[in-house]
C-alpha cells in the first residue's frame, strides 16, 4: 500500500519534473526552481530546492509560506491534502488497494446533545478538579446536562456520529446515549472547526469567558466560497493547531484590518490579518501589509497566545494539516462567531519578545527546512486525557472504547482513511497494561513505521495535568516518544563509539586472547561473544593445540573453563604440565609451582563420557558467575550426547552455544572431528567438519589442524644425517586459519611440535625464552586470585 511517507519518498525522484508541471512558468536557477509565487507570476521569491539532502522543500519568502512537494501540490492547485495524495499516486502510477466489495455498516445516529456548556457542575469538575481549561472545553465543544458531562463525537466533516455522557465525578465512566452509533475517535471537531455545520457552534457559549485582548484591531473574518458552498470560520484565538509551517510572517498593516483575496480557479478566500485569522490552511495565505495601527503594535506577549500555539515545542509538536479535508458545509450557509478573546495561559510563559511573538513557523523557518511539522497527532485512551494534552498545546483525538485489544478498535475501519494524512502518530494511552495492548494493537493496524509511544510520567495525560507537571516536561515524554520498529534496527551512526574502539581501540581495553605464535602476532584474536571451531582428523593435534594455548591465555588473565568429556582430568592436566613448564619430566617442586600457577585461571569439569548441552551450559554459567570465567573450552561435540547422523539435534546445540556465548559476552572453543577424506595431504577447510554444515556457518572462528604424516614417516625413515636436518626444517604441523569472521587474516601457518614439552612452535629451533610462564611464580608477575 502506497502510504504517504511513501509517496513523499518517490516524488523526490521526479522533483524538477513536478516543478515543471506545476509552475511551468518557472526557471531553473542553479539548484532551485524559481518563480514569483504558486500562481505562477513572474518573480524569484519562491524556490524549490531539486537536489540534495533538502530537495523537494519550498518557500515563498515574500509570502512566507512553505512545504513540501504535496503542500507545494495543494496550494498551487487550491486542493486538500487526502486529494493531492491521491493524484500523486497517480502520477507516480502507485495503486491503492481497494476491496472489491467494501463492507456495508448500518449506524444508529445519535440526537444532537441537548445540554449547554458547562456552567455548574461539570465546569466545577473538567475545569477546577480535572484542570482543564474553559478554552479547550469549547474547543472540543463539551456540553453539560444536569449533573452529566456530554462528550461528542463528530466526524471531520462535522457530522454527529455519537454522544458518549458520563456523570461529573470521579470514577465514573462514560457511555454511549445511544447503542449502534459508528465508533469514531474523539476530538475531530478541535481538530477541523471550520468543518462544523453552522447550527452547531464548535466554540460553545463563550459569553463566560475571562476577556483577554490580543489587539485592538476589529475583529475580522475569513470566508471561503467553493461554487455555492460558504463558510466564514472563528478568529485564530479559537482555531486549533494548523499547518504552522506555512504561515506567513506577522508584521504591522496599513489598515485597521487589511485583507488579501486569493483566487484558485472557482474558489475564492478572503483572509483577515493574520493575527486573527483561523489556522486552517495557510499554504496560500498571503503576507500582511504592514500598518501603523494601534493593533498592530500593541501585540500580545507570547503568554497571551493561544495555548496550542504557546506550549507546544516546534520540534516535536504533533500539529494536523487543516488543508487535508475538504470543507463540506451545506449550500448557501455561513457560520459567524463573535470576536472572542483567550483566557490567561494555562502555565507559565516567559516575557515576549518581538520574535517570541512572530508564528512558529516565522521564528524557527530555516530556508530550506521547513517542511512538515503539522502531520502529526495524539491518541489518547480517554475524552479527559485527550482535552488535557490538548490544554498542553498537543492535537489530541481519543479512543472510544478505551484501552486493551480486539473489538475495541472497530474505530480504525471508519477512520482508517481519515488518518492518512498523519506521518507521525504518537499513542499516548495509558501507562498500564491495557494501555500497552491497545497502543500496540492500534501500531499494528496504522503502521509501526509510523506510530510512536509516548511514556507519560504519570499514570495517564490528565494525571500529569493535576500534578502540575509542566509543558516541558510533556515534550520531553514526547521527544523521547519509542518508535515500534523491530528491535535490533540501528543507524550506522548508533555505532560510532564501538566502530572507533576497532579501528583505535584503547590501551587499557580487551580485545580478545592471542596464540602463543609469533606468526599469528596481531592476526588472529579469541573475542568475547564468539565461538571458535578447531577441527582436525582424529589424532591431527588439535586438542594438544588447544591445550598449548591455556598457559598462555592464563598469562593473559583469562580465566578457563575446561570441559574435556574424551579425557580424565589428570590426564588433561599431565600434558599441561608439560606445557607450563616446557619440560618432559618436572620435578615434583616444578609440578606444584605449575599447579599454583594453573590455579590462577583454570578450572576442570570432570564428566568423562557423553553429556548434553543443556546441562554443561548450566555448569558454564555458574563458573561464569562464581569464578569470572571469559573462556570455555567443549571437547567434544562428540561428546554431547548427539547421534552422528542426527543433524538438526547437532544444529541445536550449536544455536544454543552461540547464543549463550553472545548473551554472557564470553568466548567458547568447541572441537570437532574433521570428515574422513582419505587423502592425508589433504588440509582441512570449512567444508570438511564432521556433522551438519551449520556448525561451521555458525561459528565465528574456525581452525583447522593438519599433522603432516608422511614428512613424520620419511624423518624417522631417513638414516642420513643431513637429509634428516633438511626434513626437520620443514613444518609437520599446519594451523589453518580458515575463517575469521571479525579479523582480516585468513591463511595458514607452519608450526613444530615438541614431542617433549608437548609445545608447538614457530620454527625448528627451541626458544625457550618465548615461553616461560613461571619466571615470577605467577604469570607477568602478576598475582591473580586463584580459583576457589
Sequence with gaps: MSTLIEVKQKLLLYVQAIAEMLLPQGRKKGNAWIIGNIHGEAGQSL???????????????????GGDLLDLWCAVKGIPLSAALEEARAYLN?????????????????????????????????????????????????KEEGNSILFPFYKPDGTLAMVKARRAEAGAKAKPTTAQCEPILFGWQALFPASQPASQDPLGDLSSRPAQALSSSPASQVSLQASSQALTSSPASQAPLGNLSSRPAQAPSSSPASQVSLQTSSQALTSSPASQAPLGNLSSRSAQAPSSSPASQTSSPASQAPLSDRVFPLTQAPLNDLSSLSVQTSPQTSIKKPATQTSSPLLPTQASSPASQALLSDRAFPPTQNAKQARDLV??????????????????????????????????????????????????????????????????????????????????????????????????????????????????SDYKEKVLELFWPNPEQHVGYSVPYPKLEGKLSFRPAELTLWSGASGAGKSQLLSDCIPHWIAQESRLCLASLEMKGEQSLRRLIKQTGGTSHPTKE???????????????????????????????????????????????????????????????????????????????????????????KDIPGTEDIKGASEIGANAFNIITIWRNRPLEDKIFATQQLHEKAELTKRPGVVMNIAKQRSGDFEGKVGLWFDPQSYRYRCSPEETPWLRRYLADASPRGLTPNPVH
Excluded at 432 to 443: H, K, R, S, T, W
Excluded at 640 to 650: K, V
Aim: proline share 5%.
Design 590 to 680: 616444578k609440578i606444584e609451582q605449575i599447579l599454583h600457577f594453573l590455579d590462577h585461571g583454570l578450572i576442570l569439569y570432570e564428566h568423562v563420557g557423553k553429556s548434553n548441552v543443556e546441562t554443561l551450559l548450566d555448569v558454564f554459567d555458574y563458573c561464569r558467575a562464581k569464578y569470572g570465567c571469559d573462556q570455555f573450552i567443549i571437547d567434544s561435540l562428540m561428546r554431547l550426547g548427539i547421534a552422528a547422523d542426527d543433524y538438526t539435534g547437532q544444529e541445536q546445540a550449536v544455536y544454543k552455544i552461540v547464543d549463550w556465548a553472545v548473551l554472557n559476552a564470553v568466548h567458547v572453543h568447541l572441537v570437532a572431528h574433521a570428515r574422513k577424506s582419505g587423502v592425508d
Design 94 to 142: 502507485l495503486s491503492r488497494p481497494k476491496p472489491f466489495m467494501a463492507p456495508r455498516r448500518t449506524y444508529c445516529l445519535p440526537p444532537p446533545p441537548k445540554g449547554h456548556d458547562p456552567s455548574g457542575v461539570v465546569k466545577s469538575y473538567l475545569h477546577h478538579e480535572r484542570r482543564i481549561p474553559l478554552e479547550i472545553l469549547a474547543r472540543y465543544r463539551i
Design 379 to 492: 491518541i489518547t485512551e480517554g475524552e479527559i486525557d485527550a482535552l488535557s494534552l490538548a490544554a498542553y498545546g498537543y492535537p489530541a483525538l481519543s479512543l472510544p472504547f478505551g484501552g486493551g485489544k480486539g473489538g475495541k478498535h472497530a474505530w480504525i475501519e471508519q477512520e482508517f482513511d481519515h488518518l492518512e494524512i498523519f506521518e507521525k502518530i504518537y499513542l499516548a494511552t495509558d501507562m498500564d497494561p491495557p494501555g500497552e495492548e491497545a497502543a500496540l494493537a492500534i501500531a499494528n493496524r496504522l503502521g509501526r513505521h509510523r506510530c510512536y509511544r509516548v511514556c507519560l510520567p504519570y499514570k495517564d495525560a490528565n494525571d500529569c495535568l493535576t500534578a502540575g507537571l509542566d509543558a516541558a516536561t510533556i515534550a520531553q515524554a514526547f521527544a523521547k516518544a519509542k518508535s515500534f520498529a523491530p528491535e535490533g534496527l540501528h543507524r550506522a
Design 47 to 65: 524556490s524549490l530546492c531539486l537536489s540534495g539532502s533538502k530537495a523537494g522543500l519550498w518557500y515563498d519568502f515574500a509570502e512566507g509560506i
